[in-house]
């Protein structure tokens, strides 16, 4: 069943204008309601007056699925309730396992379909043809953050297709707040969609879009290209850059990109990263006692398991870990398999061989968070130290570490709860709140960098 969205008020439905017309159609907007609201029906809504965020959206499952009728939601490349329900109905009718996520046969049979109908001219099951509508109602970025701050959000669609320029829609709605009636919290939404060269195109007039004297977030949700015009373009204004490695497609090359952009001096952040801050704090608890916390280099053993899929969050752990410890990477060593295995070795600063293990486990039910650790296991080979830990997820247990013995060898076992906060629209909400570098998550990139170009020798 999907759930009830929230209540929405719109100033202003999505409406098509030229690129010259979006900040007078804004105005006009908040002008036509006026102070007070409409007759005085409503209450007072206040405009975008805490930052900009500006996102880029590639990512083409939404667009196959609302060309082809499965979809008439919010194109913003939020794995939601809505999608989910369209992946199932498209998975159905193809015939494929109805997992309600984008797997790579999903996204084929779309793209076939897709490719026919262009071929053909015929419409679609929406009978709007290749081209819909955005349905902009309701969209989920913007209510996790309006819920928040009011704020203007600017969307850069690249779509597929001939080059015939760059179409804009401009917006405002207000998320309706039982606990707060007396004004309405409202965001202003800018659609700009165009193939990927029509946007660069018009990459020189977005910075005038941006709310002059506060802060700018870029959300780019490709695989940052240090060497795309846009994003430079983009990334140079902009306070914060905000990235998400779960969906990386290739992830150690993009963690490596990540760290030249870092070396580059972009602000840069990862929604990934925000995931491990439960993993990170109970780890650290876990030495907080004198005894312990002495016993902190007697670790050698280092067991990290995670989904299958994605090694991003398991390398950001490792990271973290090592650049706390002041362990220097010296092997790296990946074989893939039913279980995909990586073996790092590390020699720490009393010249001790520290061994670390990341193990990819295939699960049955894959969540909207690819790669998602389950456990992990810090152990010696010393019996005698007292450093033992292991830290499980909710869901996925401790078994695999019991197996392998970590049972008996942990002087501590603690669980990280399920944690509804870790979806990327209300991870953006709280990224927001903050901007400019964070030196944590750039020194454990740094080590990331380090291990992975060891790879490559």
Not at 177 to 186: A, E, N, P, W
Not at 265 to 280: E, I, K, T
Request: charged content about 20%.
């Amino acid at each position: 069943m999907t759930p009830q969205a929230p209540t929405i008020f719109s100033l202003q439905a999505p409406k098509d204008i030229s690129l010259t017309e979006i900040e007078g159609e804004l105005n006009q907007i908040w002008q036509s309601y006026g102070i007070t609201g409409e007759d005085g029906g409503l209450p007072a809504a206040t405009r975008a007056t805490t930052f900009t965020l500006v996102v880029y959206e590639p990512e083409e499952t939404q667009y196959l699925l609302a060309a082809l009728g499965f979809y008439n939601g919010p194109i913003d490349g939020i794995l939601g309730p809505q999608m989910n329900v369209a992946l199932r109905q498209a998975q159905k009718k193809y015939g494929l396992p109805e997992t309600g996520t984008a797997t790579p046969e999903t996204l084929a049979a779309l793209r076939e379909e897709f490719a026919k109908r262009q071929g053909n001219g015929a419409a679609g099951d929406n009978g709007s043809g290749n081209s819909y509508s955005l349905n902009v109602a309701s969209p989920r970025i913007a209510d996790e953050i309006a819920l928040r701050n009011p704020c203007r959000i600017i969307a850069l669609c690249p779509i597929a297709g001939e080059d015939e320029g760059v179409k804009a829609q401009v917006s405002a709605y207000c998320p309706i707040q039982k606990q707060s009636s007396s004004t309405l919290i409202c965001c202003e939404y800018i659609t700009l969609s165009g193939t990927a060269a029509a946007l660069e195109r018009v990459g020189g007039m977005i910075p005038a879009l941006l709310i002059g004297g506060l802060p700018k977030f870029l959300w780019w949700k490709a695989t940052p290209d240090p060497n795309n015009s846009l994003f430079k373009r983009l990334a140079a204004i902009c306070n914060n850059v905000i990235v998400d490695s779960c969906n990386f497609n290739k992830p150690e090359t993009d963690l490596l990109s990540l760290q030249e952009l870092i070396e580059s001096s972009v602000p840069l952040a990862d929604l990934n990263w925000r995931r491990l801050s439960a993993w990170q704090e109970l780890t650290a608890e876990a030495y907080d006692p004198p005894r312990r916390r002495a016993a902190l280099k007697e670790i050698d053993r280092v067991t990290i398991d995670y989904e299958k899929g994605n090694p991003a969050q398991a390398l950001l752990f490792l990271g973290w870990l090592a650049s706390r410890l002041e362990w220097l990477p010296v092997s790296y060593q990946k074989d893939s398999g039913d279980y995909d295995i990586t073996r790092i070795n590390f020699v720490a600063q009393d010249q001790r061989q520290v061994e670390a293990e990341l193990a990819g486990v295939p699960v049955a039910d894959v969540g909207e968070v690819m790669g998602d650790l389950t456990a992990l296991r810090l152990s010696s080979t010393n019996p005698q130290a007292d450093c033992g830990t292991v830290i499980c997820s909710e869901t996925g247990g401790c078994m695999r570490m019991e197996t392998h013995g970590g049972a008996q060898a942990a002087g501590l076992f603690q669980q990280v709860s399920s944690l509804s906060e870790q979806k990327a629209e209300a991870l953006l909400s709280q990224q927001v709140q903050r901007w400019g570098r964070e030196s944590l998550f750039e020194e454990s990139l740094a080590v990331i960098a380090q291990i992975l170009k060891l790879g490559m020798n």
